[in-house]
């Protein structure tokens, strides 16, 4: 309760005491005899008046106190508020105090103050973040490069905290952990999220990890140099990750921490696997039949005058047998196991960028211009592009010295598993013997020159070459290549390139390792070192108790004070209900538009999962709580996690504060909000104020779990239920 | 006057049975061991037909068949390729040299006659 309305109560308190005992007077004084009423009214007489009197004085007082609390105290505690939140929090922020004369110049000189503090700050501001983009310029370059490694890589302290992940380790991961309900196994770490300040048990087997620290901690006892350990984690699905561990020791070579890299062998382990199987029948079937074979004809050389009946009977095995052996190779399709295959190491490329590069490449290098026909094969193909460039260009190049041709057509198609690209010139046909010749020789054009021969470069690529000519087109002869069309079903990753960032990328923080062993009981942690989950829900209604649902969750996390941008939750949900007009006017989202996506018994297992082991955080959180709280029973899923709500921190950091919305303290605080009124955009900026709080609570001497949730429980705000 | 049917291949072990197989269908029969040797069989015996390995000693089947194709004179022989590499990508590389037929090892001796007869137009 503010001060001003605590004088309006007491004042009003005390008027109807004054009243009350007036009209008790009054009524005894009414029943009383008439001597006894000469007598008070003797007794009385100028005293009433006086009481009177002294009423009116105080009423004035009360009236003069209340003025002097609305135009002088308020406006000032208001004043102290937004002059510490300039100071703090947001610089921009200006007064916007009402109030007399006196007020109306203080706030100008405040505000005249604040705009010089403003530059001041800016200033500063880029002064530091210049000094500190130099500090850190170098450690992202690191990161980034880490992001980029083929392997997957996480760091973890030595309690399996996550410190450190690439994007490479969250697919192995993620994909590690797919769902697989049939497989029966640990639901718990069904989509299990990879994330900063996460257990790494959440997601991978711990006997499996721990094994492996249990071999390296004797191998270290004994030590040995190389203190590595390998082991195999299959995932849900089958897939398989060659994992290596390797230890962190400090100078003291005491256990910190460990890395994990991750390779995903699956394929290795399928095709070497196929090919081995595929041997093993070969030679077991092929075995058999040339045994069959052999025998039957060592015995008719051996034994010359058999009767003719049984001999008949051996030549029909000897065409059996030899029919299984066609029957076999045919069967195990080697030539199809095996024409694709190369083990050069090539990267999938579309052909419509190879050809663009061959045109550009020929122009600039050779002066040779190719006209390729249009073609609209979305096909792609497994190169090294610039291996085989330069080869089709020493081709080119070689047809040019003995034909003189500077012009070419091109001409691109598929043809089973292959595409063909046709390079036609008008002039002298190539004959096979020339490319004969070409096949040994070192791939040479201009300045540029590879180890390898045509040949190999060929070979290298699992690809075919041959000159012919068209017999309708006497004048046209040409140059086949064929490259085998590239399996896009087992689709590369896709990478976007590196991108250095600004600012620390969010799939690392070593300051994770400086922290606690065995941190405090959660009430007493400090704001700073906790892990939140900030989120918001857009529902049907505002009504949870009477079937209003949840339709979309966004959540977002703060780890370390940081919050983690990337590792967001962000879900639609279908409600299996209507929406209310007055909801759909604020989020605009609408049912139709939900239909293929989850119910919420298949989202909250999931949500919950995100959220394990942390604060929840959010805006009016009573109403998202029992949002969630009514499914409860339908689903299981109860949210235990503390709850911190930012409604109720604004009001215990700016008490004189009459607005606490979302916009009031964005606008506050100096956070703008991106797609406000989605789940997503409003947990992100809900954040954004959290994180700003936190030292404005800590000014106030709220430091604590313990002492943020028994403040904000302290506040008007907090009696609202749902 | 019978067709002529010429076997190029290294591998005497399939040529003497084919040899036999074509004699017994009442073709004229000759046979070359390497690449060389099939250009000149082609020269002196002008075959109708070509029963061609790829994989010869010396000039290959596919220049082979290049050379016999290049020349206008032999424009209306047939090629036939009886060849052990089964991949589709020689298959395509056989059929745009300029061949007829394709047939990979191992075959069945009536699937080549009835080829070789339908090219020669003495089919059924």
């Known amino acids: 309760m503010s001060n001003r309305r605590k004088v309006q109560w007491i004042t009003l308190c005390f008027i109807v005491l004054v009243a009350v005992t007036s009209l008790f007077f009054f009524l005894i004084y009414q029943t009383l005899p008439d001597q006894n009423r000469r007598l008070i009214d003797e007794f009385m007489g100028n005293g009433l008046y006086l009481l009177f009197a002294l009423l009116s004085l105080w009423a004035c007082a009360a009236f003069g106190v209340d003025l002097l609390y609305r135009l002088l105290v308020e406006p000032l505690n208001r004043l102290v508020e937004e002059i510490s939140l300039i100071g703090m929090v947001n610089s921009r922020h200006r007064l916007k105090v009402d109030g007399g004369i006196f007020f109306r110049n203080l706030v100008q000189a405040v505000n005249a103050i604040a705009v010089r503090f403003e530059a001041i700050q800016k200033y500063d501001q ?356 064929f490259l085998p069309v590239s399996d896009t079903s087992t689709a590369e990753q896709v990478r976007l390139g590196t991108i250095l960032p600004q600012s620390r990328p969010e799939f690392f923080d070593f300051d994770l390792f400086e922290h606690a062993e065995s941190p405090p009981e959660l009430a007493d942690c400090m704001l700073t070192e906790i892990s939140y989950t900030v989120f918001d829900t857009e529902t049907t209604g505002l009504d949870p108790d009477s079937g209003d649902e949840i339709i979309s969750i966004g959540a977002v996390r703060i780890v370390n004070g940081r919050l983690l941008r990337e590792e967001c939750f962000d879900q639609l949900i279908d409600p299996k209900r209507t929406i209310s007009s007055s909801s759909l006017r604020i989020h605009g989202i609408q049912a139709e538009m939900l239909k293929d996506h989850p119910s919420i018994d298949k989202v909250l297992p999931r949500f919950q999962r995100f959220a394990a082991d942390t604060i929840l955080v959010a805006h009016n959180a009573a109403f998202d709580m029992r949002m969630l709280q009514v499914k409860e029973e339908s689903t299981g899923i109860r949210f235990t996690n503390p709850v911190l709500d930012t409604l109720l921190l604004s009001a215990v950091i700016h008490p004189a504060q009459e607005d606490h919305t979302l916009e009031a303290i964005a606008e506050r605080l100096g956070v703008a909000i991106v797609g406000r009124h989605t789940a997503m955009g409003d947990a992100v900026a809900t954040a954004k104020l959290f994180l700003k709080m936190i030292p404005l609570l800590a000014e106030k001497g709220i430091l604590t779990l313990q002492e943020a949730m028994a403040a904000s429980r302290k506040t008007y705000y907090a009696r609202i239920k749902y | 006057m019978p067709h002529k049917v010429l076997i190029v291949d290294d591998e005497p072990n399939i040529v003497l049975p084919l040899q036999f197989l074509m004699e017994q269908n009442n073709y004229e029969v000759n046979v070359a061991s390497s690449g060389e040797e099939a250009i000149e069989k082609i020269m002196q015996f002008e075959p109708d037909l070509i029963l061609l390995d790829i994989m010869l000693p010396g000039i290959d089947g596919y220049e082979v068949c290049e050379i016999v194709r290049l020349n206008p004179k032999w424009k209306q022989t047939k090629i036939i390729f009886l060849t052990a590499k089964g991949r589709d990508v020689d298959v395509a590389k056989g059929l745009v040299l300029g061949a007829d037929e394709y047939i990979i090892k191992p075959f069945a001796n009536a699937e080549v006659v009835s080829k070789v007869k339908k090219l020669l137009g003495d089919g059924p």
């Not at chain 1, 302290?157 to 029966?184: C, E, M, P, V, W």
């Not at chain 1, 994330?195 to 087997?205: K, Q, T």
């Not at chain 1, 600039?364 to 096909?379: N, Q, T, Y």
């Not at chain 1, 500077?406 to 046909?429: A, N």
Request: hydrophobic residues 40%; charged residues 25%.
């Open chain 1, 126 to 481: 880029e002064k530091i973040k210049s000094i500190k983009a130099e500090v850190e310029k170098e450690r992202n370059i690191l990161a980034a490069i880490m992001a980029e490694l083929p392997e997957g890589v996480l760091v973890c302290n030595h309690t399996g905290r996550i410190l450190l992940y690439n994007q490479r380790a969250k697919q192995f991961l993620s994909r590690y952990a797919a769902s697989d309900f049939q497989k029966g196994q640990d639901e718990s770490k069904q989509d299990a999220f990879v994330g900063l300040g996460r257990s790494i048990y959440s997601v991978m087997d711990k006997n499996q990890i721990q094994h492996a620290l249990d071999e390296i901690e004797k191998k270290l006892k004994n030590n040995q140099m190389n203190v590595v350990a390998y082991f195999v984690a299959v995932g849900r699905a089958g897939e398989m990750l060659r994992v290596e561990t390797v230890p962190v020791l400090n100078q003291a070579r005491e256990f910190t921490g460990f890395i994990l890299i991750f390779e995903d062998i699956t394929q290795h382990l399928q095709t070497t696997g196929r090919v081995a199987g595929t041997l093993s029948t070969l030679a077991r079937e092929i075995r058999a039949s040339s045994a069959n074979i052999r025998t039957t004809i060592e015995t008719i050389l051996n034994y010359p005058d058999m009767e003719r009946a049984r001999l008949d009977r051996f030549r029909e095995i000897i065409h059996k047998e030899s029919v299984a052996l066609g029957e076999i190779i045919a069967r195990m399709n080697i030539d199809r196991e095996t024409q694709h295959k190369t083990h050069w190491p090539l990267a999938q490329v579309r052909l419509s960028d190879l050809i663009q590069m061959l045109v550009e490449k020929a122009a600039e290098k050779l002066g040779i211009s190719i006209r390729f026909e249009a073609f609209e094969l979305p096909d792609c193909v497994q190169a090294d592009t610039y291996i085989l460039t330069l080869a089709i260009l020493f081709m080119l190049s070689r047809i040019n010295q003995e034909n003189g041709s500077k012009g070419f057509s091109g001409r691109v198609e598929r043809s089973g598993s292959y595409v063909h690209l046709d390079l036609s010139w008008s002039g002298k046909p190539l004959r096979g013997e020339v490319l004969r010749q070409w096949d040994a020789l070192p791939i040479v054009v201009e300045s540029e020159q590879l180890p390898f021969t045509f040949q190999e470069v060929i070979g290298h690529h699992g690809a075919e070459i041959c000159a012919y000519s068209d017999l309708l087109k006497k004048q046209q002869a040409s140059l086949r290549l």
